[in-house]
């Protein structure tokens, strides 16, 4: 699976933003797409997920109230769309899809990247 991030850019705080990820090769095995976001120095943390079968999401607690992801088969495409940013929002914001392939082998595919920097 490849993974391209896009929508990314420098906003205000109070401003919304929305990410896309759009995705190609083969699904098959996946389990679950999400974003997660990092800052220099410091570990990924996941910010939203959703599953390929059900569609059933979760959120950070940073997010909640604040974010949406979701999917569209169709378009090959997830999106987060993120509500009333915060300074402390500003990081680089990944996509990402795991699950198991054959012989339960772990599937984790990345994207490159997308920063996201929200003044004050």
Known sequence: VRLAESGGGLVRAGDSLTLSCEYSGSTIGILAMGWYRQTPG???????????????TTYAESGKGRSTVSRD?????????????????????????????????????WGQGTQVTVSS
């Open 73 to 109: 088969d169709s378009k090959n495409t997830m999106t987060l769309q993120m509500l009333k940013l915060k300074p402390e929002d500003t990081a680089v914001y990944y996509c990402t899809a795991w699950g198991y392939g054959p012989l339960k082998t772990e599937l984790d595919y």
């Open 42 to 56: 410091t570990q990924r943390e996941r910010v939203a997920a959703i599953t390929t079968g059900g569609g059933t």
